[in-house]
């Protein structure tokens, strides 16, 4: 069987997530879904970056005294919230679990003993924003321009990695392996970091309480990059991953620092980084100092977590910056979700169980139109390939417009008293069309293809179900109820924490 590793970043747990985590997390979701659909053995891989200043910061400002239970405190709450988006991750890794520290050890060891770990001072910026050293000519009006904070002047013996006698080997392998970083924009951008020199990399801190203790020297406290980087090996046997999904603002460690590590190490890379961009609200950096940081779980109680999928992935242009509002969530959700999909499957459903009696009637299978949504379908596959998300959901959207398109030009309704076989047909189509939308929102949106599965009176079991007009005359349905309820304007509220 085919495995398929994926993973999405380890999160900061200085706070609860925001849909910007969340939209990482779901997108990774939709592709293990695809994957599970289609019969691979599939491991998703998410979890909480533990061991950063960061955590004691916020554990020491919510008065906590024992940070370890601050952190427990928050993956509970990391924990409910993917559950309430509906993420079937496989694993939930946590750095300052045992297994992960075994782990971090293990690679340790590994590139100490290639000889590339050394004793050295390191004497400059420090962003604990990025948990990362930062150059001058990186500062804009002397802070760090993604956290807008002023970086710490540090100077620190600490041990180094050698990354710039993998500078080639990484080079080489992005420019002969052109899948390996996307989108192209975020290759190109790291290509000439990479020309632009590369340095060996401090993996370890001194004077840090809390965090993984370097082996052999408990003064120094392992970076906590390095640290987290570590996580995707967990799960060994499935590794190289099949795709790490992060965004544009951990490019580097992802790219660059970390293969070098792998290469040290003797681990194979992984074979697909992808970068997407980054979410604003209202057109703001979500920050906390702005009051913007929506709480997915306002959004998932108000409008429902498939809701908050679709918007997220149907609005954002996979690997562009993109922006939130509640405004345009309610458009999609009006025009596009209850409108067209919801619209389309209702009046089939309530169609077949008023005139038909909740059978599939006996009818004549359109081949052009099975055969047109067969190549949509083919389609959505392509584009789900390549990663083309967003794209994939506006595929699929246009297979129920067009449901409605032939459910208008048929006019069953009134095809029923002169023409009854045609209404019988032109249903018959119809019904199969619904299935394969309740197949093909399957990875997409789970819970509203599992409400249609119970309404059609069909089990999703693979995703070869989305390409056949295969229910047949005589079929029970089940009792149909309205998909998607719109919310109009004047309930638009905004509650941010
Ligand atoms: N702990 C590190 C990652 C270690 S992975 C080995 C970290 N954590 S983070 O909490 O800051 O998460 C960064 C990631 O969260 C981004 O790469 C992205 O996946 C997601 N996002 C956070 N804010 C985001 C937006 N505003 N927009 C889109 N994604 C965002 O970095």
Partial sequence: ???????????????????????????????????????????????????????????????????????????????EAWKLL????????????????????????????????????????????????????????????????????VREENYFFKLSKYRDKILGHIESNPGFIQPEARRNE?????????????????????????????????????????????????????????????????????PGMLLSAGYELPKRIFAHGFLTVERKKISKSLGNVIDPAYLVEKYSADVLRYFLIREVSFGQDGDFSERSLRTRLNDELADVLGNFVHRVLTFTRDRFGGEVPEGKLDKKFEAETHERVQKIEQLLEKLKVSQALEELMTIAK??????????????????????????????????????ALAPFMPSTSANLAKQLGVKVTSWEQARQ????????????SVIFTKVEANNLGSKVR
Avoid at 39 to 58: H, R
Wanted: aromatic residues 14%; contains cysteine; proline residues 5%.
């Fill in 1 to 79: 069987m085919a495995k398929f590793y994926i993973t999405t970043p380890i999160y900061y747990i200085n706070a609860v997530p925001h849909i910007g985590h969340a939209y990482t997390t779901i997108v990774a979701d939709v592709f293990a879904r695809w994957h599970r659909l289609r019969g691979e053995d599939v491991f998703f891989l998410t979890g909480l970056d533990e061991n950063s200043v960061k955590t004691v910061q916020a554990a020491k400002e919510q008065g906590f005294t024992d940070i370890q239970a601050y952190a427990d405190s928050l993956a509970k709450l990391w924990i």
């Fill in 86 to 153: 509906g993420i079937s991750y496989d694993d939930f890794v946590r750095t300052t679990q045992e297994r992960h520290r075994r782990n971090v050890y293990e690679l340790f060891k590994r590139i100490k003993e290639r000889g590339d770990i050394y004793k050295g001072v390191y004497e400059g910026l420090y962003c604990e924003g990025c948990e990362a050293y930062i150059t001058e000519d990186e500062l804009v009006d002397g802070k760090c321009p993604l956290h807008q904070k002023k970086p710490k002047r």
């Fill in 190 to 258: 790291v290509v000439s970091f990479i020309k632009g020199g590369l340095k060996d990399v401090s993996i370890t801190r001194p004077k840090i309480e809390w965090g993984i203790k370097t082996p052999d020297d408990p003064t120094q406290t392992i970076w906590v990059w390095f640290d987290a980087l570590c996580n995707y090996l967990l799960p060994q046997d499935y590794w190289p991953a099949d795709i790490h999904f992060i965004a544009k603002d951990i490019l580097r460690f992802h790219c660059i620092v970390w």
């Fill in 402 to 439: 067009r449901g409605n398109e032939y459910f208008q030009s048929c006019k069953p309704w009134e095809a029923i008293k002169s023409e009854p076989e045609k209404a019988a047909s032109c249903l018959l189509n119809c019904a199969n069309l619904v299935k394969v939308l309740c197949v």
């Fill in 469 to 480: 007009f295969d229910l047949k005359p005589g079929h029970q349905i089940g009792k149909p």
